[in-house]
């Protein structure tokens, strides 16, 4: 997103305020959840790895929701084959 995708800053702007919604709820379903495992049972040395886990997983969530928002590509027809 952004200009490695080619856009303005008006494009980001709108792109931002429609996945806003989904973006934030998504942090709070994952990463909300994990805080709260990892301050009440995760032993204090594993506290980083375990919510370096938890990002990875929202990390892949949120592509996937990104990927969701995107519109579909147009598929090129596939060549007859002679």
Same mark, same amino acid.
């Given at each position: ?6 856009? !303005?800053?008006?494009? %980001? ?5 429609? #996945?806003? /919604?989904?973006?934030? *709820?998504? *942090?709070?379903?994952?990463? !909300? $959840?994990? #805080?709260?495992? @990892?301050? *009440? /049972?995760? $032993? ?12 990875? %997983?929202? @990390?892949?969530?949120?592509?996937? %929701? @990104?990927?969701?928002? #995107? $519109? ?11």
């Amino acid at each position: 997103m952004g200009a490695a995708a080619g856009l !303005g800053a008006r494009d %980001v702007a709108d792109v931002l305020r429609r #996945q806003f /919604v989904d973006a934030t *709820s998504l *942090s709070v379903a994952v990463l !909300g $959840p994990a #805080q709260a495992v @990892n301050f *009440s /049972v995760v $032993p204090y040395g594993l506290r980083l790895p375990f919510m370096l886990g938890a990002a990875f %997983v929202y @990390n892949g969530a949120l592509g996937a %929701v @990104n990927l969701r928002a #995107q $519109p579909a590509a147009p598929r090129a027809a596939p060549a007859d084959r002679a």
